[in-house]
């Protein structure tokens, strides 16, 4: 690694998640590591697009928030993980 690393920095871009989200980023750049997001628009399938980031930059730091409780544990979440076919093709 030349200069200063970057991380693609895997999150939910859901409106509830973005304070969250923006706080872990703005630690992360503060270390010194650039973040690139997954939110900037490109003519390519979601999965080609994350794949590309992720080989592109140092590292990968995803960022899991609750998504959903499930119907018989109201106390547990879910969360919503990328299939594993986005990451290997």
Do not use: Y
Not at 14 to 28: E, H, L, R
Not at 51 to 56: G, S
Not at 59 to 74: M, R
Request: charged share 25%; with cysteine.
């Amino acid at each position: 690694m030349e200069g200063k690393p970057s991380a693609f920095i895997g999150h939910s871009f859901a409106k509830c998640d973005s304070q969250t989200v923006a706080a872990i980023m703005k630690f992360i750049d503060a270390q010194g590591i650039h973040c690139v997001s997954g939110e900037d628009a490109e003519n390519k399938s979601i999965a080609e697009k994350v794949r590309n980031r992720i080989l592109e930059n140092d590292l990968f730091i995803g960022i899991f928030t609750k998504v959903h409780t499930l119907t018989d544990k109201p106390n547990i979440f879910k969360k919503i993980f990328w299939d594993i076919q986005h990451l290997t093709g």
